[in-house]
Structure formats: C-alpha cells, structure tokens
C-alpha cells in the first residue's frame, strides 16, 4: 500500500465530501495484489482486499484518507466492482483504469455495529 490522491471531479456525487475545499483527496493505493493462477477462484484475492482495507481503515485513522484505490487490470474490473470499488469514467480507457472505494460507509457500519454491541 501506498499513498494516493484522487480528484475531487472523479469521485461520483454521492461519495463526495460536502464542501471539500482541496483539489484532491488523499487516498490509499493498493499497489501490487497479485493471486497465482493455481490459486484463482478460491477467495484469496477477495481475502487480500478485505484485508487490505482492514490496514487502510486503521492507517487512515492515522493520516485522515477517506478513500482507498487501485489501478485495475482490465480483466480485473468487475471483481474489485463486486467488492464496492467504482471506476473513475475519466481513466476507463487506460490500461490500468483507476478505482476507488469510499471507506466512510464501512466506518458507520463498524460504528454501528459497535454501538449495538454496546447496548447488550
């Protein structure tokens, strides 16, 4: 992992921030994950994903990053899709489109889930 920016104009209106004053969002990039082909279709890169954004949601508590990316393979779209990631329209052309996930739902659903377990 390493760190990221990602424009303010690429991330879909629904995971902005609300008056954001900045050109760019500091992010998070997973920047190498690979699965051997012996291993593909078994959930280990789904696992290395979840897991990454274990490690990006304790480290943007350090460093204050909303969002993680990557830069997909083309093949790869659909799979990091299923995991929530969104491409951003303005590098769907390239190689290697840029993909970005907004951890804020993930963080309230850890909130709530915590404040329920509070209550029992």
Same mark, same amino acid.
């Given at each position: 992992?390493?760190?990221?920016?990602?424009?303010?104009?690429?991330?879909?209106?629904?995971?902005?921030?609300?008056?954001?004053?900045?050109?760019?969002?500091?992010?998070?990039?997973?920047?190498? %994950?690979?699965?051997?082909?012996? !291993? &593909?279709?078994? =959930? @280990? /890169?789904?696992?290395?994903?979840?897991?990454?954004?274990?490690?990006?949601?304790?480290?943007?508590?350090?460093?204050?990053?909303?969002?993680?990316?990557?830069?997909?393979? %083309?093949?790869?779209?659909?799979? !990091? &899709?299923?995991? =929530? @990631? /969104?491409?951003?329209?303005?590098?769907?052309?390239?190689?290697?489109?840029?993909?970005?996930?907004?951890?804020?739902?993930?963080?309230?659903?850890?909130?709530?889930?915590?404040?329920?377990?509070?209550?029992?």
């Amino acid at each position: 992992m390493v760190a990221d920016t990602i424009e303010v104009q690429a991330i879909n209106e629904y995971d902005s921030v609300d008056g954001y004053p900045y050109r760019k969002y500091p992010s998070i990039k997973i920047a190498r %994950l690979a699965v051997d082909k012996e !291993y &593909e279709r078994n =959930g @280990f /890169g789904r696992f290395s994903v979840l897991a990454a954004i274990g490690i990006a949601m304790s480290v943007s508590e350090i460093i204050g990053c909303r969002y993680l990316t990557v830069d997909s393979k %083309l093949e790869s779209i659909t799979f !990091y &899709e299923k995991l =929530g @990631f /969104g491409v951003v329209e303005k590098y769907r052309s390239n190689d290697y489109p840029k993909m970005y996930l907004d951890m804020h739902p993930i963080f309230k659903m850890m909130e709530q889930s915590e404040t329920k377990d509070l209550d029992r």
